[in-house]
Every structure is written in structure tokens, then in C-alpha cells.
């Protein structure tokens, strides 16, 4: 039992930092409709640039809020250099640009910063310890809390301020929203900053865990289950479904795997969220779109 | 999505405009069967022609998918892979299986395995559908890689081509790898051309416009849709049998991997979303951009950029292209060419 809980626990906190890259993916979502799939290799652009400006030298800090402008700066002209020119196009046609620009941001964040692997010290130590017979991350247990902390400002950005009520706008009714004077070019810019943001922390927690390389923009593909399972307009959902694939994905792992061969982690996430669609075709929380002929 | 225009689907095209599109095909067919194998060099038939060949064959299952049905796949490079190791296996097991039966086999394995996976379009719609493909893609990767019974217990799951015989016919050199391809890869694309200027094309269509209205009208929303993904599966099916026997000889399930399904939706977005020659331009790009890149590197730019960073630096320029491609030309080269043609055919009209 003790081992259950232990895989269980370890799933649960995993599951968190699935969330982490999802809730990017939801920003963007609620206010413009586009499905980012560059998100991965936001992740990865914001985790290079900080490593590589410490690297050089730069205090902890002063190299946060560089990379926090840096990450400002690429909003800015992804907003005005992609976005911009294809409002109202079809949303496939949006997608399959932001897999142009994951490719654009690989090729550039590694250009820039070289491919080789960054060790990354967050001051953390990654040493388990003991609840009641259940051996936890320090670690893990420092990402869940600063995920908690993430959610909390952006639920007091989104529902306590002036901005997040023009976010809220956008993402209920662009039309209605343009009507009433909210400038929409502002909004796309605000949001992709903030997911640049949450980028970065992702980065952050990523890199330390696994080392800063090219692999963290393949977490992408964990984050799309989830957000798959929670739905892409809640970012409450993305919370749900990053605990529930992190939990089933650790559980399969430990109890189907050895029956099938093992190695299950990469495709059992993507037949869980089929499940689930097949149940609910939004997802959990994802509102369901009326379709008029 | 509309992206192939009314006139182009009712119009009636002029016998004129018929004549040339026969001669121009003639033309194509001249140099490819006649001039490309006599003056060709072994370079050029195995790191050129025949992975474009074989790529484009892929884009146009894709674009049967995307292009014309409507129904987004990141899963192509696992169809590709079903197909190759199918045809390897019907081969192996199979005493005195002729080569073409195989590929054949191949693709209608892929096809049954796209059915399976298409079925959750019924449910789920949009980008929803992608979990499904990718689904399809790690599962199929996965399952090769770890059941060694479909590489014949090869420890590493790679699986090596048979001596390429068809009636009697050794086809194992460049250029009979290359006269193989280009005779499945040509036949397939009639029929594809075929197919979606007929009323399954149309039906494909009007599910990609909107299912909703076309189910109004009286279209046939599941067999449409899973006719789509067979008919996808089956051409990637095809295309992947074709890139293990014709192109590598040998293959691992790794090769077909995530990166592959990007390559052949960026050959198709590229090339023109919704057309069949545009899947041939798309791969032609694919294929001679990379080498390009890399000649002008070693040639103008040697000492300036790292070969190390040749990937990168192509990663960039793809990505760049994609995203101006979207923006400025969604039709992609497919419609560059049609327009310039019109354009050439005008200018000898006023003439």
C-alpha cells in the first residue's frame, strides 16, 4: 500500500508540472482561438535565454528580468508579425502557423544559445523525504506550490482587474468585445506575454528537474493530454487533468506496464484522453460549441 | 476551410486548357520514364528523386486527409510505418508473393489501422481529433519497437528489404528503385486526381467545409469521414513500404517517427493545401531545400556558421517559410504555378 501511495503521490506532483505548460496553452486559447503548439518551445526559448544569460555571469534575478523582457519582446512581435496578418482565418490555418513558429523558436532559442544540455540550480535540493511511510520530493512538493501560486495570480489577474475583465471579453465574444472599444491587438499581446511568463516559471521548474535542453519542448505532448482531459477554455481543467494524467500515467506505468512490455508512458496519456473525449467530446470543464448552419 | 474556390470545382475547363494539360503530362511522362533514367546519376536517383517521390506520395494521402476531408493528422509517419512493416511481413510470410501484391497489402493494412483510429472523428471534431493521431502515432512506434515479432525478432526492430523482384525483374538498383517508385507513386496519383474530382472528392469537400451542412444535404457523414482516413492510410501505407523497400532498404520503427508526420504536413501546407500536384511540390521543396541550404553553407558561408548549427539554422528557415507561406500564399506552390500558367497562357492568347 505504502508503494501505491508513493507512485500515486509522485504521479499527482508530476501531473503539476504537466499543468504548468497546459495553462499556457488556455490563456491563448480563451482570448484568440488559437491552439499553440509553439507553447513547448516557449517553454524551451525562456529556459535557454535565462541559462545561458546566468551562465554569463548575470545575478539570478537581474537574469529573470531580462528573460521576462526578452519573453515581453517576443509577444510583441508574434503578435504583430503572425497573428496580426491572419486574423480570421480558418483555426486549422492559425495552428499550423504556430507549428511553423515552435520550429522558428527551436531553431532560434539553439542558433542563439547552442544545443548542448544546462545544468540549472534553482536552490532547491531534489532529495526525497518521508510522510508517514511515503517517501516525497522536496522538489516536487516546491514545483506544486509555485504551480498553486501561478494559478492564484492569474485567478486575481483574470477576475480582479480591469485587464482581466477585457480578457474575460475577448474570450466570452471577440465581436461584442471590439464593440464596446476593447483593442483586441492589446489583449493578444497581454496574453501571449503572460503564457511567455508562465513559460518561463514551466521552464524554470522543467530545467531544474531535467536539465535545460532541447527535450523540453517535447513536453508539449504531455501537456496536450491534459489539456485534452480538462478542456481548453478552464484553467481549472488544465489543474484536473494534469493530476488525473500524471497519476494514471505514473499507476500504468507501474501496474499495466510490466504486462505489455513497458515504455507506456509516451501513448497511454493520448488513450486515456480519447476515453475521455469519447464520453465528453469538450473534455472535463470545455465549454460545448453550438454549430449553426 | 475553403480553400479550393467554385469555379474550380463546376467550371467547365476549355477543350484548349485540356490539350495542353494532356501535352504537358505527356512531357512529364517523357522525361521521367525516358530522359531522367538515362541521364541520371545513382546520387541523384537515391538522395533525390526517390525520397521525393516517396514523400510525395505521402502528401497526397495527407491531403486526402487534411487537404480535402478536413480532418487534421499529426499521425502520418505512423500510417507510413503500419504500411512498411505490414509489406515486410506479407513478404516474409507469405511464400511466393509478388512485390506489388505486397505494397498493396501493406496499404490496406494501413487503411483498416487509419479506420480505427479515424473512428473517434464521429465524436470529436477539431483539434480535439489531434489526441487521436498522435494516439496513432506512439502507439504504432511504441508497438513495432517493442513486439519484435513484426521485425522478425530483430533485437533492434529494424527490418531490411528483400532483392525488389517484379515479374522476374530485378529492380534492386538506383535505378530500378527509382523506375519502381515512380511507376506506384504515378498510378496512385491518377487515382487520387481521379478520386477527388468525383463525388467522393466533393463529399470529402463539403464534410471539410462543414459537416454539419453536409449532413443536412444528405451526405453520409461516417462513411465520408472513414473513407477518408482509409483512403489517407492507405496511400501513407503505400508511401511508407516504398521509403523502406525503394529508399533505405533498411528501416527501424524510429524512422517513422513524430518528426516525420511534421515533414509531410509541411510538404502539404507548403505545396498547397487541398491539391494533389501540390503534394509533389511540397516534396520536391522538402527534399532539395535541405541540400541547398547546405551546399550554400559549405560553399559562401564556410568559417561563418557552424556546421552544427546547419539543423538549427534549417529548423529556423522552415519554420519562417511556413508561417509566410500561411500568410501570403495559402494555397501554397501549387498555386503559384497554376497562376503563372495562366498568366504564360494568357500572354500567347493576346499574341
Known amino acids: ?293 | 476551410m475553403a480553400l479550393a474556390s467554385t469555379d474550380e470545382i463546376f467550371s467547365r475547363v476549355p477543350a484548349s486548357r485540356v490539350r495542353v494539360d494532356r501535352l504537358a503530362g505527356v512531357g512529364v511522362l517523357a522525361l521521367a520514364y525516358g530522359v531522367v533514367p538515362a541521364v541520371g546519376t545513382d546520387y541523384w536517383f537515391s538522395a533525390i528523386l526517390i525520397p521525393f517521390l516517396v514523400l510525395a506520395l505521402a502528401g497526397v494521402g495527407l491531403n486526402v486527409l487534411t487537404g480535402y476531408a478536413g480532418q487534421l493528422s499529426l499521425g502520418s509517419a505512423a500510417f507510413m510505418a503500419v504500411g512498411a512493416f505490414a509489406s515486410y511481413n506479407f513478404l516474409l510470410r507469405v511464400p511466393h508473393l509478388p512485390l506489388l501484391v505486397a505494397f498493396a497489402l501493406g496499404g490496406l493494412t494501413a487503411a483498416g489501422v487509419g479506420v480505427v483510429f479515424g473512428l473517434p472523428s464521429l465524436r470529436i471534431k477539431g483539434f480535439y481529433l489531434i489526441v487521436s493521431t498522435l494516439a496513432a502515432q506512439f502507439f504504432v512506434e511504441w508497438a513495432l519497437t517493442k513486439w519484435s515479432w513484426f521485425s522478425n525478432d530483430n533485437a533492434s526492430g529494424v527490418i531490411t528489404a528483400p532483392p525488389l523482384l517484379v515479374l522476374g525483374h530485378d529492380f534492386s538498383g538506383p535505378r530500378g528503385r527509382y523506375l519502381l517508385a515512380l511507376t506506384v507513386v504515378l498510378a496512385l496519383g491518377m487515382v487520387a486526381r481521379n478520386l477527388v474530382r468525383g463525388e467522393v472528392g466533393r463529399n470529402w469537400m463539403a464534410v471539410r467545409d462543414m459537416d454539419t451542412a453536409a449532413a443536412v444535404i444528405g451526405i453520409p457523414i461516417l462513411k465520408t469521414k472513414l473513407l477518408a482516413f482509409a483512403t489517407s492510410s492507405f496511400y501513407c501505407g503505400v508511401a511508407g513500404a516504398l521509403w523502406a523497400f525503394a529508399y533505405l532498404g533498411t528501416v527501424e520503427p524510429h524512422g517513422f517517427d513524430l518528426d516525420r508526420s511534421f515533414q509531410v504536413l509541411f510538404i502539404i501546407i507548403i505545396g498547397g493545401l487541398g491539391s494533389i500536384a501540390g503534394a509533389f511540390l511540397g516534396a520536391a521543396f522538402i527534399v532539395l531545400l535541405p541540400i541547398l541550404m547546405d551546399n550554400v553553407a559549405t560553399r559562401f558561408l564556410a568559417g561563418v556558421v557552424d556546421p552544427s548549427n546547419l539543423e538549427n539554422l534549417q529548423k529556423l528557415v522552415f519554420g519562417g517559410l511556413i508561417i509566410f507561406f500561411l500568410i501570403k500564399e495559402p494555397e501554397g506552390l501549387a498555386r503559384l504555378l497554376r497562376t503563372a500558367a495562366e498568366r504564360l497562357r494568357r500572354r500567347a492568347v493576346v499574341r
Not at chain 1, 507553447?39 to 535565454?49: I, N
Not at chain 1, 486549422?92 to 545544468?119: C, N
Request: glycine share 12%.
Open chain 1, 1 to 293: 500500500m505504502p508503494f501505491f501511495l508513493e507512485v500515486l503521490v509522485g504521479g499527482l506532483l508530476a501531473g503539476v508540472m504537466y499543468s504548468m505548460v497546459a495553462i499556457g496553452f488556455v490563456l491563448i486559447y480563451k482570448a484568440s482561438g488559437v491552439f499553440n503548439f509553439a507553447q513547448g518551445s516557449m517553454v524551451l526559448f525562456a529556459a535557454l535565454t535565462f541559462v545561458s544569460i546566468v551562465e554569463r555571469g548575470v545575478g539570478f534575478w537581474t537574469a529573470m528580468a531580462i528573460t521576462l523582457a526578452v519573453m515581453l519582446v517576443l509577444a510583441l512581435v508574434i503578435e504583430r508579425v503572425v497573428l496580426r496578418p491572419l486574423v480570421n482565418r480558418p483555426p486549422i490555418t492559425l495552428f499550423m502557423a504556430t507549428l511553423g513558429l515552435s520550429f522558428m523558436l527551436e531553431g532560434l532559442a539553439q542558433t542563439l544559445w547552442g544545443s548542448q544540455v544546462h545544468g540549472l540550480e534553482l536552490g532547491v535540493a531534489d532529495t526525497p523525504f518521508e510522510v508517514h511511510g511515503v517517501m516525497v520530493s522536496q522538489f516536487d512538493l516546491f514545483a506544486a506550490g509555485a504551480a498553486g501560486a501561478l494559478v492564484l495570480v492569474l485567478g486575481l489577474l483574470f477576475n480582479k482587474t480591469r485587464l482581466g475583465l477585457a480578457l474575460r471579453s475577448v474570450a466570452d465574444d471577440q465581436l461584442a468585445a471590439l464593440a464596446v472599444g476593447i483593442d483586441l491587438r492589446r489583449v493578444w499581446a497581454v496574453v501571449w506575454a503572460v503564457s511567455g511568463i508562465v513559460a518561463l516559471v514551466a521552464g524554470l521548474l522543467w530545467g531544474a528537474r531535467v536539465g535545460v535542453q532541447f527535450s523540453l519542448s517535447l513536453i508539449v505532448l504531455k501537456a496536450l493530454p491534459v489539456l485534452i482531459i480538462g478542456g481548453f477554455s478552464s484553467i481549472a481543467g488544465t489543474i484536473v487533468g494534469g493530476l488525473l494524467i500524471g497519476a494514471s500515467e505514473k499507476l500504468a506505468e507501474v501496474y499495466i506496464g510490466p504486462l505489455v512490455g513497458g515504455g507506456i508512458e509516451n501513448w497511454f496519456p493520448y488513450v486515456l484522453a480519447l476515453v475521455f473525449l469519447l464520453a465528453r467530446p469538450t473534455g472535463l470543464f470545455g465549454e460545448p460549441r453550438v454549430e449553426r448552419v
